[in-house]
């Protein structure tokens, strides 16, 4: 079945240890996504590709960097995790933007 | 004024009633609209998508739009406990070539048996 996946579904870090959170697709669509969502919050768009396009927005820290190596991967990099970036981080798809967008499970990012 | 407003509940309803949520929004220009539906401790999956005035239903499901009144609404026939949910509403929202999905905060959702 095609599907989004994300590695890994939990991952606990450090304050200030990078850490790289994954994204895959079988959709084989061109636009990837990644969000952020804390408790009881919507959730928040940190940036998209387009194909190779990388769009911000723009009030992304720097701290949250991105990388798409082909059409089926992308990486979330969060160069040193403060406490405040505890949250689920999903990974989306959609054919183009920013039609239907479908939801990998996400990563549970625990900030000690 | 936030870009998409929903009440964050908690809306109860019994079992086998219907259960309505609603959003507005705030760029007139908005042309998509969907429904997404997010368990606890899960991700958000699509339910619903409408672009025009009008009522769409699918299943159980029916969504509503109002371009005029800048309002979208979803409603849950038969709810089932399984309903039990916060429901996500997302808008397509920006400048053409800068458009993005603008989602509420939710509202959660209590199907009482």
Redesign the interface.
């Known amino acids: 079945d095609a599907m989004v996946i994300q590695n890994p579904r939990y991952q606990v870090t450090q304050f200030g240890k990078p850490v790289t959170l994954s994204c895959s697709q079988t959709l084989n669509h061109n636009v990837m996504y990644w969000y952020q969502q804390k408790s ?4 928040k ?1 940190l940036f ?1 590709y387009y194909d190779k396009d990388f769009n911000n927005e723009a009030d992304t820290p720097d701290n949250f960097q991105s990388r798409r190596p082909n059409t089926s991967f992308c990486f979330l990099d969060i160069r040193s995790p403060g406490l405040g970036d505890a949250a ?1 981080y ?1 990974c989306a798809t959609s054919s183009h ?10 990563t ?1 990012l625990t900030v000690l | 004024q936030k870009e ?1 407003e929903q009440n ?1 509940g908690p809306l109860s309803v019994p079992e086998g009633a219907i259960a309505s949520l609603n959003c507005t929004y705030s760029d007139r220009g908005s042309q ?1 609209f ?1 429904w ?1 539906r997010q368990y606890s ?6 339910i619903m ?1 409408i672009y025009s005035n009008g009522d769409k239903e699918d299943g159980r499901f029916t969504a509503q739009l109002n371009k005029a009144s800048q309002y979208v609404s979803l409603l849950i026939r038969d709810s089932q406990p399984s309903d039990s949910a916060t429901y ?1 509403c ?1 808008v ?1 929202t920006g400048r053409q070539g800068a ?8 509202t959660r959702l209590t199907i009482n048996p």
Do not use: D, I, N, W
């Not at chain 1, 009881?40 to 959730?43: D, E, K, R, T, V």
């Not at chain 1, 933007?97 to 996400?106: I, K, L, Y």
């Not at chain 2, 401790?41 to 699509?46: D, N, R, T």
């Not at chain 2, 458009?99 to 939710?106: A, D, I, P, T, W």
């Open positions: 009881s919050q919507a959730p768009l998209h689920m999903l933007t920013p039609a239907e967008q479908f939801f990998g499970p996400g549970r | 998409v964050s998509s969907f997404y401790g899960k991700s958000p999956e699509l998508s996500l997302a397509k458009q993005k999905l603008v989602f509420g905060q939710g």
